[in-house]
């Protein structure tokens, strides 16, 4: 895997403990080990992605293995369609819940290299300091800073991003697997919000430059006892703002079933 110097585009090559290009711009390593490619001329705002609260909520309701089952069926998708894959990309990697059990899933560092990409700099302290043999940085999955036709595998789990530039970094004949909401997900929590709440609406996924092998929906009912837990759940939804002090207490004082429902997906670049 080779960084792109985001300024210039040039390579970059670390240098004890920064990554250097030939224009001498310089990006130091953090001391959790992640370097931070997402200059400040770049940023949209002083601290994009999610900020410390949200993604210590995140991170908290994901180890209870809440969304364990997701991620284990993203992991075997990938040991199924990717097994032989060897530069690896998680894209909005987060707090990487899912990126250390993919890397454990698909074998050893010396094996199968794996990195994390995420806009959320308090996110990446994180995930680099307790996952040490993962590569993270700090840049947009809009313009990520990498070398064309890096990675044979790439997934990506709600994260946003660019057709073109999905397919830019992808070698010819790499998988991308990606989650997205499928239509009942979360409904119980729009069942507070809203009079009448929607399903999501059911998409026909295209990513330009990629064709679909396979797609599925995985569906369960999950129960959260735990107050604490209901908490920090809500707090990681994009419904977390929609509430009133007065729902949010009321959901929190009692057991909550609420509906996941993921749609997993398979594409090959073409």
């Known amino acids: 895997?080779?960084?792109?110097?985001?300024?210039?585009?040039?390579?970059?090559?670390?240098?004890?403990?920064?990554?250097?290009?030939e224009a001498n711009h310089r990006f130091d390593c953090a001391k959790e080990g992640y370097v931070n490619l997402l200059p400040v001329q770049k940023k949209r705002s002083k601290d994009p992605g999610d900020n410390k609260e949200m993604m210590f909520a995140r991170r908290e309701f994901l180890n209870k293995g809440y969304y364990e089952a997701m991620s284990d069926r993203v992991n075997a998708l990938a040991k199924e369609y990717a097994s032989?894959?060897?530069?690896?990309?998680?894209?909005?990697?987060?707090?990487?819940?899912?990126?250390?059990?993919?890397?454990?899933?698909?074998?050893?560092?010396?094996?199968?290299?794996?990195?994390?990409?995420?806009?959320?700099?308090?996110?990446?302290?994180?995930?680099?300091?307790?996952?040490?043999?993962?590569?993270?940085?700090?840049?947009?999955?809009?313009?990520?800073?990498?070398?064309?036709?890096?990675?044979?595998?790439?997934?990506?789990?709600?994260?946003?991003?660019?057709?073109?530039?999905?397919?830019?970094?992808?070698k010819p004949g790499a998988i991308l697997i990606t989650v997205s909401a499928g239509p009942q997900h979360h409904f119980a929590l729009k069942q507070v919000i809203y009079d009448q709440p929607r399903p999501n609406p059911e998409v026909d996924s295209q990513i330009a430059g990629f064709e679909r092998l396979h797609s599925e929906r995985l569906t369960q009912t999950m129960t959260i006892d735990d107050g604490a837990d209901i908490a920090h759940f809500l707090a990681m939804t994009p419904y977390n703002w929609k509430f009133t002090d007065a729902q949010r207490e009321a959901l929190i004082s009692k057991s909550l079933t609420c509906e996941l429902d993921f749609k997993l997906e398979v594409f090959r670049a073409c």
């Open 84 to 170: 032989e894959a060897q530069h690896g990309l998680d894209i909005g990697c987060g707090e990487g819940y899912y990126t250390h059990r993919l890397q454990h899933t698909m074998g050893s560092a010396e094996a199968f290299s794996l990195s994390g990409l995420d806009i959320s700099k308090s996110a990446l302290k994180y995930a680099a300091k307790r996952y040490p043999d993962i590569q993270f940085c700090v840049a947009s999955s809009f313009e990520m800073p990498f070398a064309d036709q890096s990675f044979d595998f790439m997934l990506r789990i709600y994260a946003p991003s660019q057709d073109a530039e999905l397919r830019r970094v992808a």
């Open 1 to 21: 895997m080779i960084y792109l110097c985001p300024i210039c585009q040039r390579k970059l090559s670390l240098i004890d403990r920064t990554w250097c290009c």
